[in-house]
């Protein structure tokens, strides 16, 4: 039966829509859904992006629903990145060497792990330099710097010296970029204000210093950055973090984290739907989002 629409529009020749998702706890304020669906309807696309607060208790159920209703995919964010790689079926190379997984694609019946943050994140970064036969400073040890310190190594640098405060987490990371991708990596224990080594191309800021806080410090001296190393920040929200500005400050050219999110969701885009989006559109919208 041709059904109506109040005014008129009929509505059977239409598809069901097509369902990705973003599932993490706490979930609200995630500019992603609002990127994506902005994106959607610029490339024609009748998709709903859902975001989803699931606590972890509940995961196992909710990735069930993702099968039952057909999702074509979702996002899994804090604190689901590493818990839902049991309930998947495979896992993307990069993935299964990290151990957490953000983007899940749904081939046929099955459900594909992947890591688009240190995916996004080069990506960002080759708009100003190859990171091959580069001389590397990751700070932070946690998920983002984990993502990102696996797609560098990966990308042959010369050097990449893992900086955190927890020595635990910090080696963990230096040994697994050693033994799994037999990179020239190593750890420094981050005390006081860190001297960034003389001949660095690279600094990344990893940590969550600077997350909603565009006054907090990286404790680095600031002096020690040569005006031609490339500094970029994983923050996104303030986009424009004090590192940066200092960075600016000393000459060097930036990256802000609104790249390495814009990028990271390109990259899940296409995997769920097999179509490049433009990119310009989901930076246009997280700013207008975020009021940047
Ligand atoms: P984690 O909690 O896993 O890791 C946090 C890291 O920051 C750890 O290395 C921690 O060190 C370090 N850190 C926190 N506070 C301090 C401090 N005061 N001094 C020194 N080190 C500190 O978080 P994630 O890695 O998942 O996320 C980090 C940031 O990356 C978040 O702000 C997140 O928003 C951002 N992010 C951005 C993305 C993007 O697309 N732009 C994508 C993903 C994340 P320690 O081990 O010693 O505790």
Redesign the pocket.
């Known amino acids: 039966m041709r059904r109506e629409t109040p005014d008129n529009q009929p509505m059977t020749d239409t598809p069901l829509q097509e369902i990705v998702c973003c599932m993490g706890q706490p979930v609200a304020g995630n500019p992603t859904q609002f990127m994506m669906e902005r994106a959607f309807a610029a490339a024609g696309l009748d998709w709903r992006y859902l975001t989803l607060e699931v606590p972890p208790d509940k995961l196992a159920d909710a990735v069930r629903g993702i099968r039952a209703m057909g999702f074509r995919g979702g996002n899994f964010t804090?604190p689901h990145k590493v818990a839902v790689i049991e309930h998947l079926d495979s896992l993307s190379e990069a993935a299964s060497i990290m151990g957490a997984v953000n983007c899940v694609c749904r081939d046929g019946d099955r459900l594909v792990g992947e890591n688009t943050?240190g995916k996004?994140f080069l990506q960002s970064l080759r708009t100003l330099i190859d990171p091959a036969d580069q001389r590397i400073v990751i700070l932070?040890?946690?998920?983002?710097?984990r993502a990102i310190a696996v797609e560098l190594a990966m990308a042959r640098p010369a050097d990449l010296t893992i900086v955190?405060?927890?020595a635990a987490?910090g080696e963990e990371l230096a040994r697994l970029l050693v033994d799994r991708l037999q990179a020239p990596a190593r750890f420094v224990s981050?005390q006081g204000d860190f001297e960034v080594p003389e001949g660095t191309q690279i600094l990344i800021n990893?940590?969550?210093?600077g997350?909603g806080d565009a006054q907090a410090r990286v404790?680095l001296n600031v002096k020690s950055l040569a005006p031609d190393t490339v500094v970029a920040d994983?923050?996104?929200n303030p986009p424009q973090t004090r590192l940066l500005k200092d960075a600016e400050q000393r000459g060097c050219r930036t990256l802000d984290?609104?790249g390495?999110?814009v990028n990271?969701g390109v990259i899940g885009f296409r995997l769920w739907t097999g179509i490049d989006p433009d990119p310009q559109v989901m930076r246009d919208a997280l700013e207008e989002y975020l009021e940047v």
Do not use: E, Y
């Open positions: 804090i943050d996004g932070g040890a946690g998920g983002a710097a955190n405060r927890g987490r981050w990893a940590t969550s210093i997350l404790p994983v923050i996104f984290g609104l390495m999110l990271q």
